[in-house]
């Protein structure tokens, strides 16, 4: 039923009804830092009235007759999904995340819809969204109405500034010692998150393409024609591989592997898909990347096509994150209905081998081929291997992670960990059927880890200066044929070493014998085999 209110009375509430119910995932965080005991009860309860007078202050700016409702009820649908996310899988929302939700799938936003989730929209966006649609809001004549707007915005900023420096030594470690912790504000982080991201993509002028290894040629070091496979691994943290010294058996295929190198020191570019990607095939360090120069130039499966190699993108995750977009073979199987590698709507990685010998066939010269996985994508982690692989137990089955215990989370993720070995040992046995007429050789890197419920936190996408070791630490591997035996002794020194994603560009151009001028030797894990 319509009820009238006051606009500012609105603001108002709308204000206190984010501080309360909204930041949960903001003052348990906090309350990890600073123990909800003796003076810092106080300082806690100083940061929801800040939070509080920020989001006074921010609705005022919207807080005119046709833009308060609308936005209002924007922000209730927004933050209760936020709320959700944090609050389940103690993730931060950032413009990257947002970069994530705005690239993600069908198939995996499905994964994140939950009764939990679902319990958050209705409670906490759709029922305050509904109150404010039912809102007869009253407004003041002009001049009462500027006067009023401006007295709320000194108010605001007054009671900021009073708290922030009455409790000046509390908040000079607050901000300078545990910056991250501000990432958890709701609305108020998403919403610099959601325009941080719209300015760096669509208001940013765009970057000039620029082509790369327009000089690629191929000087080849073997007798036969190269196969190489790189398989792009997905949320696979080092941590969980055997080969990585793992206590449980998760490698029982690679690890009989005879000629397989595992590095066991290798660090992403990010903590996700959406930056992970585009950036190990980019010319760009980590260091140097950024989404729009990475997206303005040409990646190292360019200058293979330059070169004349044959190419292959086989892509069983959302998609390749614009790194195959320019080239001619790209074939997306995650949606195919094959009975044998398919079920619940998804397929299972094995299905990338099918049909791959025909294209081998088929392509005469040095190949290189790519495997994207969908790998350890999660929360359903169950869904990513066959039943027959489900080898711990017992086993988190379903995508809302909260019902399950850590053991049974943990589980889950270990068994797609080694359906990754199976599937692994299978590309390798692929290669070896082929090693009469080719070079073959197995590259394997995961884009990003995974967090498992270590300090609470879960899944990935946290910014990288503060995300976990299991976010960053990521596995890597190696087999290479006896057409390769040059290297393999060489690598085998090396194989502690720390490396990176900044390595792959330069290492794949490496194995493949291209010869360009923006190759770099001292990037390449091969370089000194070949001195």
């Known amino acids: 039923m319509p009820f009238k209110i006051k606009n500012s009375t609105l603001v108002y509430l709308s204000a206190l009804f984010f501080v309360l119910f909204y930041n949960f995932s903001f003052f348990g965080n906090v309350i990890k830092v600073y123990k909800f005991s003796g003076l810092n009860i106080i300082y806690i309860i100083s940061l929801g009235v800040v939070l509080y ?7 005022n700016l919207i807080n005119t007759k046709y833009t308060l409702k609308p936005i209002l009820i924007f922000l209730f649908i927004a933050a209760s999904l936020a709320a959700y996310t944090m609050d389940t899988f103690n993730v931060v929302i950032n413009d990257i995340m947002i970069q994530n939700i705005m690239e993600t799938d069908s198939g995996e936003a499905s994964d994140l819809v939950t009764t939990k989730a679902i319990i958050y929209l209705i409670v906490l966006g759709i029922l305050p969204s509904i109150l404010v649609l039912l809102a007869k809001v009253e407004y003041g004549k002009f001049k009462k109405e500027l006067l009023s707007r ?4 000194f108010l605001s900023l007054l009671i900021i500034v009073i708290v922030i420096f009455s409790f000046s030594k509390f908040y000079t470690s607050f901000f300078r010692e545990h910056k991250p912790l501000r990432y958890y504000t709701n609305p108020t982080y998403f919403i610099y998150s959601i325009g941080k991201y719209v300015h760096r993509k669509y208001l940013v002028k765009p970057i000039p393409y620029k082509k ?13 024609p190269k196969l190489v496979i790189m ?11 055997e080969l990585n010294g793992y206590k449980r058996e998760t490698n029982p295929n690679l690890i009989k592997l005879k000629d397989l190198i595992n590095f066991g020191n290798v660090y992403s570019c990010g903590t996700e898909t959406a930056v992970s990607v585009p950036c190990m095939f980019s010319r760009l360090s980590r260091s140097d990347y950024k989404d729009a120069k990475a997206k303005a130039m040409d990646t190292v499966i360019d200058v293979l096509d330059h070169a004349k190699i044959n190419l292959l993108w086989k892509d069983n995750n959302s998609d390749s994150k614009g790194v195959a977009t320019r080239i001619k073979n790209y074939i997306d199987v995650k949606n195919l209905k094959d009975p044998n590698y398919c079920e619940n709507g998804e397929c299972y990685d094995m299905i990338m081998l099918k049909g791959l010998q025909k294209f081998v066939n088929t392509h005469k010269g040095d ?4 495997l994207h996985q969908k790998g350890s994508h999660g929360p359903a982690y169950y869904k990513r291997y066959p039943k027959s692989f489900e080898k711990f137990k017992p086993v988190c089955h379903s995508n809302q992670l909260e019902k399950c215990t850590k053991e049974e989370i943990k589980n889950a993720y270990d068994n797609t960990i080694l359906y990754t070995d199976y599937f692994l040992s299978q590309v390798v046995k692929f290669l070896k059927a082929n090693s009469k007429t080719h070079a073959t050789a197995m590259l394997y890197m995961a884009d990003h880890g995974e967090s498992l419920g270590e300090n609470g936190i879960y899944l990935h996408s946290m910014p990288y200066f503060i995300a976990p070791d299991f976010q960053k630490h990521i596995g890597a591997m190696m087999w290479l044929s006896d057409d390769f035996k ?3 002794k060489e690598l085998e020194k090396r194989k502690k070493e720390k490396f990176s994603q900044d390595n792959l560009f330069d290492s794949i151009l490496g194995i493949m014998d291209v010869k360009t001028k923006v190759y770099n030797p001292k990037l390449d894990v091969f370089h000194n085999e070949k001195q």
């Open 367 to 370: 190949t290189f081929i790519v």
């Open 53 to 59: 007078s920020l989001i006074v202050f921010l609705l």
């Open 231 to 241: 398989v792009l691994g997905e949320a696979a943290r080092a941590a969980d591989f």
């Open 212 to 224: 790369l290894g327009l000089d690629a040629k191929v000087q080849s070091s073997t007798k036969k």
């Open 150 to 153: 401006i007295k709320t915005f």
């Open 486 to 488: 040059p290297y393999r």
